[in-house]
């Protein structure tokens, strides 16, 4: 009899170890699929765009365009830009009164990029016509990973400013 404290002891020993290794093995999952939090940021993006619109242009050749793109997945590059209305529609950035040409745009993983007066923004070149307040422009935004995204800017008054109203 004396020996069975000491079988009970060990078995109870090697249950204990057994079932957290399987816990542990549970919580560290080798599915890929199995993110955490810090990987969830690497999932695909959910693009939408928000707020679009155009002043109505001053000159008969090119435009201003601004929006916001709302993110809600993982991170993703705006990589061109296109419209009907325009040649060539390009991404710039305003850097202190300059503007400079911008390649591509970062969208952040659950995040936003704006384009917006004396910030990033769009330009429309060599336009086909001149729009009215009141327009839709269509213009086609192409991403690295979610492919392309249709958006509508809404002509406003040359001094429209959705900060100011």
């Not at 619109?53 to 990589?79: C, E, H, Q, R, S």
């Not at 330009?123 to 995204?149: I, N, R, Y």
């Amino acid at each position: 009899m004396t020996r069975t404290p000491r079988r009970t002891t060990l078995v109870g020993a090697i249950v204990v170890t057994v079932v957290s290794s399987l816990a542990l093995a549970g919580c560290s999952s080798g599915d890929p699929d199995t993110k955490t939090s810090a990987q969830q940021g690497a999932g695909k993006p959910r693009l939408s765009v928000v707020d679009g619109f155009m002043p109505k242009p001053a000159l008969t050749d090119m435009a201003g365009g601004f929006l916001t793109i709302v993110n809600k997945g993982g991170a993703d590059k705006l990589i061109s830009m296109s419209s009907p209305l325009a040649d060539e529609v390009m991404g710039h950035r305003t850097v202190g009164q300059k503007m400079e040409h911008v390649a591509s745009f970062d969208v952040p993983a659950n995040g936003e990029l704006d384009f917006e007066r004396g910030g990033n923004h769009l330009m429309f070149m060599q336009l086909s016509e001149l729009p009215k307040v009141g327009d839709k422009v269509e213009v086609d935004l192409t991403f690295e990973k979610a492919g392309k995204v249709k958006a509508e800017l809404e002509v406003k008054e040359a001094t429209y400013n959705p900060k100011n109203n």
